[in-house]
């Protein structure tokens, strides 16, 4: 089945540095790739669609220029988290839709992200 | 309005016990369903789709009501292996995802 890869699995950073998470898909190609933010004991909610060759569409309370969105090709999506705070600390999980396979969503393994 | 709205529990029923969860969505567009199953601090994988004329797998049955617009899973004797957090997926504009907070299983010895 589709896989995908998402790297690193754990992050823990001082305040103000930036942390980018990569999200591959390693067997089919993603036009669209989503990142969802998951605190402890509640839902995965997305922040952002990520669009191949084009610019991120962002959810409602998500900051564009805080949580920056790459999709460069149609293998790889990249989530930079700029000038983290500890707030900013959660399982970010990227996901991407393999369209041949009827809508289905694969979700990479998730990055727990800790800022000091 | 939540897009999604899921009962969060937990239910905690005993080996064998058969259980039931609920979700319910509130935007009568929404084009497909799916459940997920979610251990603690993993990614979800996902369970099963779910139609309208119901889907059946093995001990997990998955049924969708478009007119009172919920989604239901039924778990039949129930494994402890069973115990996660179940998410309901609701998929709009054929690319918009939308999660409920998930129903946390705990089935018990």
């Known amino acids: 089945g589709a896989v995908v890869s998402q790297h690193p699995s754990w992050v823990i950073c001082k305040s103000g540095t930036s942390v980018k998470i990569e999200c591959r898909s390693l067997?089919?190609?993603?036009?669209?790739m989503f990142w969802y933010r998951q605190f402890p004991k509640q839902s995965l909610m997305l922040m952002a669609t990520?669009?191949?060759?084009?610019?991120?569409?962002?959810e409602q309370g998500v900051e564009k220029d805080k949580f920056l969105i790459n999709h460069a090709s149609l293998t790889l999506s990249t989530l930079t988290v700029t000038s983290a705070h500890p707030e900013d600390s959660s399982f970010y999980i990227c996901?991407?839709?393999?369209?041949?396979?009827?809508?289905?969503?694969?979700f990479g393994s998730g990055t727990q992200l800790s800022v000091l | 309005r939540k897009e999604v709205e899921q009962d969060p529990g937990p239910f905690n029923v005993p080996e064998g016990a058969t259980v039931a969860f609920n979700c319910t969505y509130s935007?009568?567009?929404?084009?497909?369903f799916f459940w997920y199953r979610q251990d603690c601090r993993k990614e979800p994988k996902l369970l099963m789709s779910?139609?309208?004329s119901g889907n059946e797998d093995g001990r997990f049955t998955a049924q969708l009501n478009r007119a009172s617009q919920y989604i239901s899973l039924l778990i039949r004797d129930s494994k402890l292996s069973d115990s996660a957090t179940y998410l309901c997926?609701?998929?709009?504009?054929?690319?918009?995802?939308?999660f409920g907070s998930g129903t946390k299983l705990n089935v018990k010895p």
């Open positions: 990520s669009n191949e060759g084009s610019k991120a569409t962002y």
């Open positions: 997926v609701v998929v709009y504009n054929f690319n918009k995802f939308y």
């Open positions: 996901s991407a839709d393999d369209r041949a396979t009827n809508e289905k969503l694969f």
């Open positions: 067997d089919f190609q993603a036009t669209t």
């Open positions: 779910v139609y309208s």
């Open positions: 935007n009568s567009a929404s084009q497909s």
